[in-house]
Every structure is written in C-alpha cells, then in structure tokens.
C-alpha cells in the first residue's frame, strides 16, 4: 500500500486558508482512501475524517505575552504534543495511504508568535520547529496585505507583512498566490 501524504497549508489570518482547504481536501482524496485534518496540532479531539469543521476564531493578540520561562514551558509542552500526535494520529493514517492536512502546524509558532503569547528568541523558536516531523509538502498562500485585510480585518498590514517575510523563508516551502479566487488557489496547488 502505498504511503499516505503529509500536507501543511500557512498563511495570515484572511488568506483563504480555510476556505482553500475545504475546497482542496475532497480533491486530494484517492480512491478507496481518506483525507484526514486538523488545525494546528495533532490531538484526539481535533483529527478530522473526511470533513473540515467550521472556524474556531482564536485571537489572543490582546492578551498580554507569556514570560520567558512560562514560554519556554509551553513551547516544550507543545513540542513534546507534536511529536506524541504525529506517532499516534499523523504516522498511522500515512501507513493507511491517507492524506493528513494540517491548517498551520507547528511552523505557525515561529511565524506568528504573539498568537501563541510567546517571548522567547526566534532561534529558539525556529530550532524547536525544525526539529519537528516534517510534512512531505508545505503550502504557503501568499497575497497583498491590502487583500488580506479586506478578507479578514484581524491583522495589520505592518503584522501581515511580517507575518509573510517569515513565511517566504521556510525551508522547502512552496508559495502558491492566493490573490486569485479560491477555486483557482485550489487548482494551482493540486497541480
């Protein structure tokens, strides 16, 4: 049988990620086989069959950043998640041929960090993610701020731009121009 694929799909708040990957998700899905997602981390409750649920807006911009040492615990909590949920959610769907999409991954920590409250460095940052399981393809969905921001007003243009210049800087990413509409987002990353 062969070996499912691991997918990753980034990008700022308001791209069209999720709006992309329900389009997206059925398409991938082979014969005989399933798609299975989640957002951000692989956990019991959050691995979806066949199905993208509906948006859980999260925005804890406003909330003030962890301390060093309470981010330095949760970014070894979450670490040690990612890896406990890759052997138990993502590894065994990949051994049934499945197709695993996940919305953000673990790289969304060192792409945006003020959602996750963290104030460590960013190598610290960086390396923790790289030491990660890796999705054998990353997708990163690329527009104009002035875009984004029509779609979905929760970043600002200086957050999205940083939030992008991150984002083109992932090893092995491949940037897909999302100012198209959503079929045609979903069409170009198939192909």
Same mark, same amino acid.
Request: glycine share 8%; net charge positive.
């Given at each position: 049988m062969p070996r499912g694929k691991f997918i990753a799909i980034l990008g700022a708040?308001?791209?069209g990620k999720?709006?992309?990957?329900r389009l997206l998700a059925?398409?991938?899905?082979?014969?005989?086989?399933?798609?299975?997602?989640?957002?951000w981390k692989p956990v019991k409750n959050g691995m979806h069959r066949n199905e993208i649920p509906g948006d859980n807006p999260h925005n804890p911009r406003d909330k003030k950043p962890r301390n060093p040492l309470a981010s330095l615990v949760f970014l070894a909590y979450h670490w040690l998640g990612f890896w406990f949920g890759y052997f138990r959610f993502i590894r065994p769907e990949l @051994?049934?041929?499945?197709?695993? %999409?996940?919305d953000r991954y673990a790289f969304d920590m060192l792409l945006d960090p003020a959602r996750f409250r963290l104030n460590i460095p960013a190598w610290l940052l960086r390396g923790s993610v790289y030491t990660l399981p890796r999705p054998?393809?990353?997708?990163?969905?690329?527009?104009?701020?002035?875009?984004?921001?029509? @779609?979905?007003?929760?970043?600002? %243009?200086?957050?999205?731009?940083?939030?992008q210049a991150k984002l083109v800087k992932i090893t092995g990413i491949k940037i897909v121009d999302a100012e198209a509409q959503p079929e045609q987002v979903?069409?170009?990353?198939r192909k």
């Amino acid at each position: 049988m062969p070996r499912g694929k691991f997918i990753a799909i980034l990008g700022a708040d308001g791209v069209g990620k999720s709006t992309v990957i329900r389009l997206l998700a059925p398409k991938l899905r082979e014969p005989g086989r399933d798609f299975v997602f989640f957002h951000w981390k692989p956990v019991k409750n959050g691995m979806h069959r066949n199905e993208i649920p509906g948006d859980n807006p999260h925005n804890p911009r406003d909330k003030k950043p962890r301390n060093p040492l309470a981010s330095l615990v949760f970014l070894a909590y979450h670490w040690l998640g990612f890896w406990f949920g890759y052997f138990r959610f993502i590894r065994p769907e990949l @051994r049934r041929g499945n197709t695993v %999409i996940a919305d953000r991954y673990a790289f969304d920590m060192l792409l945006d960090p003020a959602r996750f409250r963290l104030n460590i460095p960013a190598w610290l940052l960086r390396g923790s993610v790289y030491t990660l399981p890796r999705p054998d393809t990353i997708i990163g969905l690329f527009a104009k701020s002035e875009t984004i921001i029509a @779609r979905k007003p929760e970043l600002s %243009i200086g957050e999205i731009e940083q939030y992008q210049a991150k984002l083109v800087k992932i090893t092995g990413i491949k940037i897909v121009d999302a100012e198209a509409q959503p079929e045609q987002v979903s069409y170009q990353i198939r192909k």
